[in-house]
């Protein structure tokens, strides 16, 4: 596990999960995403590439109509609460 993911994991301690969100991936992109929206208008990215799964390097600004909004244009969500 790399420093910027570990640091990144850190910044979720006493955060409170208002939302998931799973991705169906495109070609180009991750296999599959999954988004955790925070009540504190931000959101943690995890993703799966072919090799390894992965995580940003740390919370992104937004909320669940961000994170909906953003992927490629044949992006699926097939999981949502």
Known sequence: MNHEFKRALSQLGGKTIAH???????????A???????????????????SAFRGASGLDRGELPD???????????????
């Open 20 to 30: 998931v969100v799973v991705k169906e991936g495109v070609r180009a992109g991750p």
């Open 32 to 50: 599959a995403q999954l988004f955790l929206v925070l009540t504190d208008g931000t959101y943690y990215e995890l993703f799966n590439t072919s």
């Open 67 to 81: 994170v909906l909004a953003d992927g490629a244009p044949n992006q699926k969500v097939i999981y949502q609460c």
